[in-house]
Structures are given as C-alpha cells and as structure tokens.
C-alpha cells in the first residue's frame, strides 16, 4: 500500500499538530535547504502516492530549492502527486502589505517543470499562502511479453535461378544505333565536320572581326587585295549631288562614307605623300 509523505521545510510547524500524523503519513523535518534532496533516500522507489512540502513564506527564497524536487520525483508512483504549501501568517501579510511586494511564485512553478511534472492546480489561501500541485506523468505502457511463433509447418516454395542465361535479345546492338537511325527512332550519326572551314577559322588570329590597325599577320594586306579584285573600276554617279560634299552631306549608304571630300570627277584621285628625303 503506497503512503504519503508531509516534509517540513525550515522552521515551519503546523497549527494542529495532528493534522499529519495519520498512519500512511510520514513527516520528515528538512531544516536546511541543503538536506532537501536527500530527506527521503531511506525510503524505497516509487513508495509513495503523493508528497506534501510545507514551508513559511518568509522562508521560500532562503529555504526552498528548485533544483531539489527533482531528487525527490523516484520516490513517487506514476500520476502520484506533489503539492508545495506555502504558509503566509500573520505578521507576513502585515509586512507584504505595508512593502507593497509580492513574492515571485515562478520558482516553485520552475521547480516542476525541471522535475519533469505536470503542473495541475494554484490555489490561493484565506492567509495569502499558496497551494501547487503538480502531478508525475504516467507509466509507459508494457511491452508484449507473448512469444513470438514461427509457422515451420508451412509449405515451402521453390525459386529456381537460371545463371546460364545467354540470352541477349534484350541487347541493342550498336550498330544498329547509327546505320538505322532513320527508321528506327535512334541517335543520328554526328554531323559532318568542314575540316577546311576549320582550318581557315584557327589560321585566323583576329577572330573573325576587321584586321588591326598595326597588323602584322598579313591579313590586312588580304583584305585590300581582294577589294582591288572586287572593285568596280566604272565611276560611281551621285544621284543626290552630295556624295563630293563629305559625310555630313551624304546618304546612309553612300558607298563614299567615311572618305574626305573631293571634286566632282576626283573621286579616285590618290595622293602619294612618301617623304623623298
């Protein structure tokens, strides 16, 4: 039969001295903050259905510790309970008054929570005291202890691996991939590369834009032989009279863009300017 255990924190007494002295009861005196963790290790685990801690309010700061209830949580049943009463008399409710304070309650709610308790009831007392209750959780549920049965008796099937399997019907040949690629839906043969293209393209070391101004790979000299070859040696007529007047007066694709102004009939004079000295 499971009991229930009062502890007496500090110096505190209660008014009827019967009140827990009950035959399941057991009281135990912790006077010291320190001594409150192991005032039950003479009893045995989980022996107790609940726990009651009694203690002055003016002795919660000095006394109480929140680290303590958890020592004391093996000693309770699954769902047994915890309460904390906190004893307000008199003369700590004249002076709570006239201080105007109020004590912080949180260190004893802090104190279930690192116990791992949960947190049931706050009741408030004609006195001013408090009354928390918390409650331990439940035990886990027992594993099946049924053993296990094998069926031994059950009818056996047989699985035969063929590993002589040389069938290769399921093999693309990959020939195939390239020789019938149009009418089978495979991959096309990669397409034909014009290697002279290419040679050409590499052999060129502007990249394919206008020869440099100070070039000196001969492409330069290329390129105004083959406008010579493509020149037409008529002369051009202006049909809007501009053309000798220089770019500021000329068409957007008068083919003397770019050139200096001349007179008429000029157009394909070139100055030699070489210094003979």
């Given at each position: 039969m499971s009991s229930?255990?009062?502890?007496?924190?500090?110096?505190?007494?209660?008014?009827d001295a019967s009140s827990n002295t009950g035959s399941s009861v057991t009281v135990i005196q912790a006077s010291t903050k320190e001594s409150l963790p192991n005032c039950l290790s003479s009893m045995k685990s989980e022996a107790l259905s609940s726990i009651s801690i009694h203690l002055q309010y003016d002795e919660l700061l000095?006394?109480?510790?929140?680290?303590?209830?958890?020592s004391l949580v093996p000693y309770l049943i699954p769902n047994g309970s915890i309460s904390v009463h906190v004893v307000m008399s008199a003369a700590d409710g004249a002076a709570?008054?006239?201080?105007?304070?109020?004590?912080?309650?949180?260190?004893?709610?802090?104190?279930?929570?690192?116990?791992?308790?949960?947190?049931?009831?706050?009741?408030?007392?004609?006195?001013?005291?408090?009354?928390?209750?918390?409650?331990?959780?439940a035990a886990p549920p027992a594993a099946s202890s049924a053993p296990m049965r094998l069926?031994?008796?059950?009818?056996?099937?047989?699985v035969t691996l063929n590993l002589n399997d040389d069938d290769d019907d399921d093999q693309i040949d990959e020939d195939d991939l390239l020789l019938n690629s149009g009418n089978s839906g495979m991959l096309a043969p990669p397409p034909t590369i014009d290697m002279e293209a290419r040679a050409k393209?590499?052999?060129?070391?502007?990249?394919?834009?206008?020869?440099?101004?100070?070039?000196t790979c001969g492409r330069a000299e290329r390129e105004a032989d083959e406008e010579k070859k493509t020149a037409d040696p008529t002369p051009k007529s202006s049909a809007c009279g501009n053309c000798a007047k220089g770019d500021a007066f000329r068409c957007a694709g008068c083919?003397?863009?770019?050139?200096?102004?001349?007179?008429?009939?000029?157009?394909?004079?070139?100055?030699?300017?070489?210094?003979?000295?």
């Amino acid at each position: 039969m499971s009991s229930t255990a009062a502890i007496h924190i500090g110096s505190y007494a209660p008014a009827d001295a019967s009140s827990n002295t009950g035959s399941s009861v057991t009281v135990i005196q912790a006077s010291t903050k320190e001594s409150l963790p192991n005032c039950l290790s003479s009893m045995k685990s989980e022996a107790l259905s609940s726990i009651s801690i009694h203690l002055q309010y003016d002795e919660l700061l000095t006394h109480y510790d929140s680290l303590a209830l958890a020592s004391l949580v093996p000693y309770l049943i699954p769902n047994g309970s915890i309460s904390v009463h906190v004893v307000m008399s008199a003369a700590d409710g004249a002076a709570s008054t006239n201080n105007k304070t109020s004590m912080d309650w949180g260190i004893i709610m802090t104190s279930f929570v690192l116990a791992g308790l949960k947190t049931q009831s706050e009741q408030r007392q004609k006195d001013g005291g408090r009354v928390f209750t918390a409650q331990k959780a439940a035990a886990p549920p027992a594993a099946s202890s049924a053993p296990m049965r094998l069926n031994l008796g059950a009818k056996k099937s047989k699985v035969t691996l063929n590993l002589n399997d040389d069938d290769d019907d399921d093999q693309i040949d990959e020939d195939d991939l390239l020789l019938n690629s149009g009418n089978s839906g495979m991959l096309a043969p990669p397409p034909t590369i014009d290697m002279e293209a290419r040679a050409k393209a590499a052999a060129d070391d502007c990249g394919g834009r206008k020869a440099c101004d100070d070039c000196t790979c001969g492409r330069a000299e290329r390129e105004a032989d083959e406008e010579k070859k493509t020149a037409d040696p008529t002369p051009k007529s202006s049909a809007c009279g501009n053309c000798a007047k220089g770019d500021a007066f000329r068409c957007a694709g008068c083919p003397y863009l770019g050139k200096p102004a001349f007179k008429e009939g000029e157009e394909h004079l070139v100055l030699k300017l070489d210094d003979d000295v």
